[in-house]
């Protein structure tokens, strides 16, 4: 049996899975906080299945292209469906909330169902390369390599960096608009850009971890430190402190009890956030 030491080893055969998942939980809550401020924390759970959608889509676009599966560049290809799929997926839902009637959040559910049934016909419409593509929309974080490693330890540092340069700015966008507006003078702007960096995360992320693994890296972890923080400062460290506990222990459990790692990882968040609140109901019940 592999020991505990083994296991955080970068020697160890799986710690590339562990370094991007842990990655993934350090800076994916930080997102998933500010979405949270927005009262757009669907957002995390739409655009993961948008991001998954272009994904479906590209590889069914490069097969009636003529394009032979198995010929390389399928990483690729899956990054830029992905990416131009979430990016414009935000920028179509940024436009309906300013210039569309009706509910935010009934659209969100909308797109969600829309995306989900269109992923599935273009993985239909391509039998070609079919387990690839169920592969890359499942995100087997467990099978990555050095090299989309690397790559996402640099789009992830470049979203972290703006994240923290810029923090005054967007946590004043995300909770107070008008306040961001007088103090600022780019609301718009600081919203813009924040979208941005959510949807480069979610668009990589979703390619080297799936859609599931990401939309609970950024929901979970957030709702935990929400009930447990007591300032603004206090909610984002401990969004990422407790993002970063879950990959580690996720980690170590479906090694151990050879379980995949995403699943794990989203089932230990939730078990963190049924704690939490029982602790709390505990306590009160306590001090009564």
């Not at 097969?63 to 390389?72: A, F, Y």
């Not at 909330?97 to 995306?115: K, V």
């Not at 789009?155 to 103090?183: C, G, K, P, Q, T």
């Not at 407790?242 to 090694?255: D, E, K, N, W």
Request: aromatic share 12%.
């Amino acid at each position: 049996m592999v020991s505990l030491f083994e296991l955080f080893s970068p020697s160890f055969l799986l710690f590339p899975a562990l370094a991007g998942s842990a990655i993934l939980a350090f800076v994916c809550p930080l997102v998933g906080a500010h979405l949270l401020l927005r009262r757009r924390v669907f957002l995390g759970l739409t655009l993961p299945q948008v991001a998954a959608c272009g994904v479906a889509f590209t590889f069914w676009l490069a097969h009636e292209l003529g394009v032979s599966h198995g010929t390389g560049g399928e990483r690729l290809l899956a990054t830029v469906g992905s990416l131009v799929f979430t990016l414009g997926g935000m920028g179509l839902l940024a436009y309906l909330d300013r210039h569309a009637t009706g509910s935010p959040e009934g659209r969100l559910a909308a797109a969600y169902a829309f995306a989900s049934a269109l992923t599935i016909l273009f993985v239909v419409f391509n039998p070609a390369g079919e387990l690839e593509i169920l592969n890359l929309l499942k995100g087997e974080v467990i099978s990555l390599s050095l090299e989309e490693l690397h790559l996402l330890a640099v789009v992830f540092a470049i979203i972290y960096l703006a994240l923290v340069l810029f923090r005054r700015e967007f946590l004043l966008n995300s909770f107070d608009r008008d306040l961001s507006f007088l103090l600022t003078g780019g609301s718009v702007q600081w919203g813009f850009w924040l979208y941005v960096l959510c949807g480069f995360s979610i668009a990589i992320g979703v390619i080297m971890a799936g859609p599931l693994l990401v939309f609970g890296f950024m929901v979970l972890p957030p709702l935990v430190a929400r009930a447990l923080a007591r300032g603004m400062s206090s909610f984002f460290m401990l969004s990422s402190a407790l993002g970063l506990a879950t990959a580690l222990g996720g980690f170590y459990l479906s090694v151990r009890l050879d379980l995949p790692l995403g699943p794990t990882d989203v089932a230990l968040g939730c078990v963190m956030i049924f704690l939490t609140y029982l602790l709390q109901w505990l306590v009160s019940k306590i001090r009564e």
